[in-house]
């Protein structure tokens, strides 16, 4: 199994700002996502994050808006940028490889005020 | 493109009667599907998966699963209901092969009184 560390684990932030969460996971993966989780609402994917690569994002979802990085196999981060109260949520990493469940991190609970 | 429904937002159980969350999925392929617990203030764990093998399959914490293609669901089941199971229950399906990029439905809550 993967242990996925998330960074922070919650956050209250002013509008018009970007706040950057970190995923870390403990072993080298292939896969590595981010979901967002409205409140009260299900999970959504927001995009694959692509080593060495530019994300692939899901549609609805812009990198300008929320831009990933992936330098490594154990690392990606997510940054909500000019942030609007409508951006309130979970944000969640996964990981994984190719044949393994898909494990999720804690999450990241963004407070935008 | 995969989709799953989740036909009941909250289900209400007394401990120790079966529980039941029905599930239903859309595929163009032979799908895999999961189910995922999310406890308040916890992340998500997997409780089954179904790849293929065989249509009955057994999780964690006692729960099963059963795959009915003619049916097109993936009903959750446990035959005793334990207070510690009252949370958020996910039906999942893998939009690709390798059990990754996920399509969450939109949860079911269960309920569990004394």
């Known amino acids: 199994s993967a242990v996925i560390s998330q960074k922070p684990s919650r956050d209250i932030c002013q509008r018009g700002t970007s706040l950057t969460i970190q995923c870390q996971v403990d072993?080298?993966?292939?896969?590595m996502f981010w979901y967002r989780q409205q409140p009260g609402q299900s999970l959504t994917l927001i995009a694959t994050a692509n080593q060495g690569s530019e994300a692939t994002y899901e549609s609805g979802f812009v990198i300008d808006k929320f831009p990933i990085s992936r330098p490594n196999l154990t690392f990606s981060t997510l940054t909500v940028s000019n942030m609007s109260p409508e951006d309130s949520s979970i944000y969640l990493c996964?990981?994984?490889?190719?044949?393994?469940?898909?494990?999720f991190g804690q999450g990241t609970r963004l407070t935008v005020v | 493109a995969q989709s799953v429904t989740q036909l009941d937002s909250h289900v209400s159980v007394s401990e120790g009667t079966p529980v039941l969350l029905r599930c239903n999925y859309s595929?163009?392929?032979?799908?895999?599907l999961f189910w995922y617990v999310q406890h308040p203030n916890k992340g998500l764990q997997l409780l089954l998966k179904y790849t293929s093998a065989a249509t009955l399959v057994k999780g964690i914490n006692g729960f099963e699963a059963e795959f009915k293609k003619s049916e097109t669901s993936f009903h959750l089941t446990k035959p005793s209901a334990h207070m510690s199971d009252a949370a958020e229950y996910f039906c999942v399906v893998s939009e690709v092969v390798g059990f990754q990029k996920l399509v969450f439905g939109t949860g079911t809550r269960l309920l569990v009184s004394p």
């Open positions: 996964s990981a994984g490889t190719l044949n393994t469940e898909a494990f």
């Open positions: 595929s163009s392929y032979s799908p895999s």
């Open positions: 072993s080298q993966v292939t896969m």
